[in-house]
C-alpha cells in the first residue's frame, strides 16, 4: 500500500467519525425511559373531566401530557404516582405551565367528576381527573393497552387491579415515552425537560 493510499484511507476514517459524530449530536435525546415514539396505539383520549369539560388530546396541544390510569380507592401505586409528578411539576418551576398531568380513572363507577375533583387537585391544583362510561373508559385504556380489573374483596366491596405505568406524549400529541412504576421523579423530570426543550 502506498504512502498516499494510506493517507487517503485514514481520512476516509476520520470523516466517517466526525460524520457520524455530527448526525448524533442535536436529533437524538437521550431518555431515560422506554422511548415508544411512533407506536401505533395511545393516539385517542375522549372523556370528561373532573369539572364536567369534554377533553381530548389536541386540547393539551403545546404541552407533555402526562397519562396515568388508577382510581381514588387505591391505597399504594396511585397516590404514589401522583406525588411523584406533583414533585416533578415543583422542580420544574416556571416550566410546569407546559406540562399536564392526566389522571384517567379505571373505576367510572364510583370516581365520578365530583369525587375525581375532590381526589385529584389535591396532588396539584392543575392536574386533571378523567372519568366516563364504564365504555368509554374500558375503549380509552384498550387505546393505552392498560389492563384492568374488578377483584372482590371478602369485605363486600371491590379494588381494581390495574397497569401502574405512565405514558408521555409530546407537544404534538404524539406518544413517547413508558414510565414504568416507581421510576422515581428524577427520571421522570430529566426526561420531560428533554421533550419540552
Ligand atoms: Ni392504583
New binding site residues.
Given amino acids: 500500500m502506498s504512502a498516499f493510499r494510506r493517507r487517503f484511507i485514514l481520512l476516509a476514517a476520520i470523516m466517517l467519525v466526525a460524520a457520524g459524530g455530527c448526525s448524533e449530536a442535536p436529533e437524538a435525546p437521550r431518555f431515560k425511559l422506554t422511548d415508544v415514539t411512533g407506536a401505533s396505539f395511545g393516539r385517542e383520549l375522549a372523556l370528561t373531566d373532573h369539572n364536567g369539560q369534554r377533553r381530548t388530546l389536541a386540547d393539551f396541544k403545546g404541552k407533555v401530557v402526562t397519562v396515568f390510569f388508577?382510581?381514588t380507592h387505591?391505597p399504594?401505586?396511585?397516590p404514589t404516582t401522583l406525588v411523584e409528578m406533583a414533585s416533578v411539576m415543583k422542580e420544574l418551576g416556571p416550566d410546569a405551565q407546559r406540562l399536564q398531568v392526566l389522571f384517567v380513572t379505571v373505576d367510572p363507577e364510583r370516581d365520578t367528576a365530583e369525587v375525581l375533583k375532590r381526589y385529584v387537585p389535591a396532588f396539584h391544583p392543575s392536574f386533571l381527573g378523567l372519568t366516563g362510561s364504564v365504555e368509554e373508559v374500558a375503549r380509552t385504556a384498550k387505546e393505552f393497552k392498560i389492563i384492568f380489573q374488578k377483584q372482590k374483596l371478602p369485605s363486600g366491596g371491590y379494588t381494581?387491579d390495574?397497569s401502574?405505568g405512565t405514558y408521555i406524549l409530546d407537544g404534538e400529541g404524539r406518544l413517547r415515552l413508558f414510565a414504568q412504576y416507581g421510576v422515581g421523579a428524577p427520571t421522570l423530570l430529566h426526561d420531560i425537560r428533554l421533550l419540552l426543550k
Avoid: N
Wanted: with cysteine; glycine share 12%; aromatic share 12%.
Fill in positions: 388508577g382510581f387505591c399504594d401505586v396511585c381494581m390495574h401502574a
